[in-house]
């Protein structure tokens, strides 16, 4: 049994240091980096990159909305010809310091309110994945786990890794209780633990109203943005590898 760990990184901007990348990189195979429009900089961008090159995790781009001052988890009403051009951008942008630094783009993951629209809106899913194809079919598209942009893209004929969230609880769809709600992000590491390893071994886990989720897992996000971010991912890696998990970069198993 085989899974990957993935975090949020690059996404310190200017002056402002945001996340505790270097640690988190010790603990994930997988980064998804910031391509400077909900956060990050070219600086940022390059020495995320690299440190990824160093640390040997594989690197993927984290496009977002134009919005830098909402951190991208403001919704915006996009027409298919921008969502699609919009993420040929930044994907170009990352493939930039990815190229300079000697290592292969992995992977695209739309970021915040952009990664909800898309579960939400097909005709946006649409748009945003045929940007990914344009730029490369081999790149794997990262969503929800069971959405309807995975199944989107599996017929348009871009690779597919489905994604769950170790902090975050579940509605009863499968879709992410919002961040608004009480609950809905879970700190106790031992419960975040627990319920991973639900989703690996038994297919899912518990929605917040107690009814059985249905998960398909490829990836697993473990966010970098927080105090216990650090000490959660180390502790998340440990119980899956002693229930004999093997933690790998989902480009060797996402086919």
């Not at 170790?166 to 992410?176: E, M």
């Not at 992000?185 to 975040?192: C, L, N, T």
Request: aromatic content about 8%; hydrophobic content about 40%; proline content about 4%.
């Amino acid at each position: 049994m085989k899974v990957d760990l993935n975090s949020d990184l690059g996404e310190s901007f200017g002056r402002y240091k945001l996340g505790l990348d270097e640690e988190v990189m010790n603990y994930i195979t997988s980064a998804n980096v910031a391509t400077g429009w909900h956060a990050g900089d070219p600086i940022v961008m390059r020495r995320t990159v690299r440190l990824g090159r160093e640390k040997g995790v594989e690197v993927g781009a984290h496009p977002g909305y134009p919005d830098l001052l909402g951190f991208g988890r403001r919704y915006m009403k996009l027409s298919p010809e921008e969502a699609r051009n919009y993420i040929l951008y930044q994907i170009g942008a990352l493939y930039a310091f990815t190229r300079a630094e000697g290592i292969e783009l992995q992977h695209v993951k739309p970021h915040g309110a952009l990664y909800n629209a898309l579960v939400k809106e097909e005709e946006l899913a649409r748009a945003v994945i045929e940007g990914i194809a344009d730029f490369d079919r081999n790149l794997i598209f990262v969503t929800l786990s069971g959405s309807r942009p995975a199944q989107i893209a599996e017929e348009i004929g871009v690779k597919v890794a489905h994604e769950v969230f170790a902090d975050r609880a579940y509605n009863p769809d499968g879709t992410l209780v919002p961040r608004s709600k009480l609950g809905a992000v879970i700190h106790d590491k031992e419960e975040i633990a627990e319920r991973v390893v639900s989703m690996v071994k038994d297919g899912g886990v518990r929605a917040i109203n107690g009814e059985w989720v249905e998960l398909k897992v490829d990836t697993i996000c473990l966010h970098g943005d927080n105090p216990k971010a650090v000490e959660i991912a180390a502790h998340i890696r440990k119980v899956l590898e002693e229930e004999g998990v093997k933690i790998v970069p989902m480009g060797e198993f996402v086919r």
